[in-house]
Every structure is written in C-alpha cells, then in structure tokens.
C-alpha cells in the first residue's frame, strides 16, 4: 500500500517561516490535503489539492507538490500555528483508500 | 453547514462489538457528493482510516480491519454507522465520523470524535 512520510517534528520561531514535508513515491502525480489538529480537536482542513485553501483560511499557510515530496508551508508563524499536520492522499492503486502520513507536531518556540 | 456528531458508548468489553452512529445534519446523506467515513485516532498517534460507505451502499475498508469492521448507511435517519467486532485494548481510540468529497476526494466535514475505550 502507499505510505506517507513525515517528519515526526519541526521547531520554528515566531514570525519564521515553518516547512512541514511529506514524502511518497510520485507523490506529485496525487492530490495532497493538508489538515491541522489542535489538542482535543477535530482536525481541521487548512490545504487542499497541494495549493488551494479553503475558505477563512489564513493565506500564510500554502503548499506545494513535485516529485516525491509534498511540502506545507506556514509563513510567518503565529503562537496558534502550533498543532499537529497530517498530508493525505487517495490511493486507486491500492486497498488502502485513503492514505495519511504519520503526523508532524510543529513547536513555536 | 454539513455536521456531523458521533454517538455511542464509551466503554466496551474486551470481545464485544463496538457500535457507533454518526448523524448528519445540514445536508441529505443522499446527495452524493461524500463518502461517509469513519477514521481512528489511538492516543497520541496520528489518523487510521477504517472504512467509508457511499449512500448507495457501496462499502470500502482499511485491510488491516475489515474482517471485523462493518459500515452501514441509513438514509432514513440521514445517519451511518460503523461496528467493529472482537475488540481489544488496541481498538481504544477517539473515533471520527467525517466526509470524503466524492470527487476530491479530501475531508471537508469532520465530527467532533469520540474516545472508546475497551476495558473489562
């Protein structure tokens, strides 16, 4: 089945610009989904299709996808951009539908 | 606004099934346009997909648990359903309803979740 790496980790300071990567074979021939979890909450959709963003949210959080890597990125990052990030794709060439990387918790220092 | 809220008990006994129920509001269960899913959350570990179903009925599963994962579908009671048999303590986790966008396949409607744990 397809797999989806994260970094279990990324430190940033305020204001800093933070990457969160997520890795899979041809990952840029899928469409990734990018959703924050805050402690206790539903997660929450912040990208979609790589790049898109839905509604309300902020335009500091874009993303990109080429090759093997699909990359989160949160410009100038707040206190309140500290959560967990998990990409997702949908997988047709497998059993495993839908497909999510292990998680990345993003620390504001 | 499409919501969704999981329903059930939080408890359960080793061996037993695992019944939960998620209703819809805010939109027809029957329009369509998701797929009705149910993903896990083990303490402190990321997201696991289960399962989703399609309002016709139509059913997809995790491998890993579909000899004892059943989604069903009430259009009735805009309302759809996950069990999970023989459970154990590695079946403790906070439980999600969501929809999967049929055509774009991302989750744009999540439930609050709800923590099951398996314990005698």
């Known amino acids: 089945s397809y797999v989806l790496t994260q970094p279990p980790s990324v430190s940033v300071a305020p204001g800093q610009t933070a990457r969160i990567t997520c890795g899979g074979n041809n990952i840029g021939s899928k469409s990734v989904h990018w959703y924050q979890q805050k402690p206790g909450q539903a997660p929450v959709l912040v990208v979609y299709d790589d790049s898109d963003r839905p509604s309300g949210i902020p335009e500091r959080f874009s993303g990109s996808n080429s090759g093997n890597t699909a990359t989160l990125t949160i410009s100038r990052v707040e206190a309140g951009d500290e959560a967990d990030y998990y990409c997702?794709?949908?997988?047709?060439?497998?059993?495993?539908?839908?497909?999510f990387g292990g998680g990345t918790k993003l620390t504001v220092l | 606004q499409v919501q969704l809220q999981e329903s059930g008990p939080g408890l359960v006994k080793p061996s037993q099934t695992l019944s939960l129920t998620c209703t819809v509001s805010g939109g027809s269960i029957s329009s369509g346009g998701y797929y009705w899913s149910w993903i896990r959350q083990h303490p402190g570990k990321g997201l696991e997909w289960i399962g989703y179903i399609y309002y016709s009925g139509s059913t997809y599963y995790n491998p890993s648990l579909k000899s004892r994962v059943t989604i069903s579908v009430d259009t009735s009671k805009n309302q759809f359903s996950l069990k999970l048999s023989s459970v154990t303590a590695a079946d403790t986790a906070v439980y999600y309803c969501a929809g999967l966008g049929y055509y774009d396949s991302r989750y744009d409607y999540w439930g609050q979740g709800t923590l099951v744990t398996v314990s005698s």
């Open positions: 997702q794709v949908w997988d047709s060439s497998s059993d495993l539908y839908v497909v």
